[in-house]
């Protein structure tokens, strides 16, 4: 009897040792989806948010209730984002990671990680290791900003001469820009358009970002005057309103147009003053004459030619891009 008893004994041990693991007692496992709906795209001109951020789901794919821990890496840039979610079984939840930049950066595009690791598994320590990642873009966006300047405004040239202004075109944006010159006028005191003939070494620069570049123009003037000239003393003066303009071509598109920066300059032409021997009169008869003081009408002239550079002026200063 007791032979039989050991016997079944072993029977039983290696019935019990040969089943799968499958039939035992099933013991939970980990696991976890992450998805990040990006780029990033961060506007950094002066005056933006600076700022950008993207959705991510992660998904609990599992029978068991997840805590599941958030990890971030942007870089040099700071960032924020929720440092753990706890997800129910079967379900997915949403998230916001934002990321900050500095104002003025080059444009450029960087690397974002994000990863989800479940750290808990109902509530214990998950039996294996259950992470997943997603890698984004960062754009920093680029902006336009150009000016013009010069160290003079007023030029004085005769008939038939040439005459270059020299100015300096500045790039404020964050990327190389082609900048685009071009002018209005000149125009005399009327608003009408004078004989003059304008050239550019070149009407599309390329300048860096926070470069700038010195540019001159030249123009021919008349080979006369026109009957608006005034006289002063021996010389027949008048003066002209002429606009020079710089204009960012990252910065053009249809709706918004483009962002640009202009510079108002004077020209005084000038001639010699012949008196005519014709009937003792002087210059063509009373006509000059007619125009009273010299000086004083010159005056008036100028003031005239500032007004309408005021008139023809685009309205506002250089604009920021703040798409």
Known sequence: MTRMLLSLILVLSFVLLSVPPSI????????????????LDIPVFPGSSKSGSITCTVENPTAFSEKIE????????????????TVAAGESEDFQVSVQADEGMLAQSLSLTVKATVVE???AP??????????????IL????????????????DVGDELSIEFTIQNYGNAEDTLKLSTTGPFDED?????????????????????????????KTPNQMSSNAMQEGSRLMENFALELIVTSEFSCSDSTGCISSSLDTVITLEDEFVESDEDGQSGSGDSWNSLGHGGYMNVIALVSVFATVALLR????CERNLE
């Open 24 to 39: 035992q007692a099933q013991q939970p496992v980990a696991s976890v989806n992450l998805d990040c709906e990006g780029p």
């Open 191 to 219: 608003s009408n358009s004078a004989d003059f003939t304008i050239s550019f070494p070149s009407n599309n620069i390329r300048v860096g970002s926070g470069q700038s570049q010195t540019v001159s123009v030249l123009l």
């Open 70 to 85: 958030i990890e971030v890496d942007s870089g040099d840039l700071a960032h924020s984002a929720p440092g753990s979610i």
């Open 142 to 157: 680029q902006y336009a900003d150009v000016s013009i300047s010069a160290d003079l405004a007023l030029f004085s040239v």
């Open 126 to 139: 998950p039996p294996n290791v259950a992470e997943d990642e997603e890698d984004e873009i960062i754009n």
């Open 121 to 123: 598994l109902n509530g």
């Open 314 to 317: 685009p309205i506002g200063p």
